[in-house]
């Protein structure tokens, strides 16, 4: 059983940053891609960014390129997101995800089988 936990949301200015992270149990994580995913109020769940079990390969929504940075630490068993330059849309909660499949680099929400209960990230304007 896989169980993720995200932290380090909370109330920023425009402009702000922060760093959230996402702690994994088990002994998989290394094995597996991992992603970041934001829902907005009212709006659907939208990818953010995805990074490969070995780090070797990211991708990022359009939205966040040159902004937000996804990285992971296999021996902490744990993903991070630093988000740079936040913006009032960016409100929203944030999850963090595993893939289902260790072969997966993937930006579609169906792929993922392992989500957190998220963390709330909100921008003021």
């Known amino acids: 059983q896989v169980q993720l936990v995200e932290s380090g949301g909370g109330l920023v200015q425009a402009g702000g940053s922060l760093r959230l992270s996402c702690a994994a149990s088990?002994?998989?994580?290394?094995?597996?891609?991992m992603g970041w995913f934001r829902q907005a109020p009212g709006k659907e769940r939208e990818f953010v960014a995805v990074?490969?079990?070995?780090?070797?390969?990211?991708y990022y929504g359009d939205s966040v390129k040159g902004r937000f940075t996804i990285s992971r630490d296999n021996a902490k068993n744990t993903l991070y997101l630093q988000m740079n330059s936040l913006k009032p849309e960016e409100t929203a909660v944030y999850y963090c995800?595993?893939?289902?499949?260790?072969?997966?680099?993937?930006?579609?929400?169906?792929?993922?089988?392992?989500w957190g209960q998220g963390t709330q990230v909100t921008v003021s304007s």
């Open positions: 995800a595993r893939v289902r499949a260790d072969w997966v680099v993937t930006t579609k929400q169906e792929e993922y089988n392992y």
């Open positions: 088990g002994r998989t994580f290394s094995s597996y891609a």
């Open positions: 990074i490969s079990w070995s780090s070797s390969s990211t």
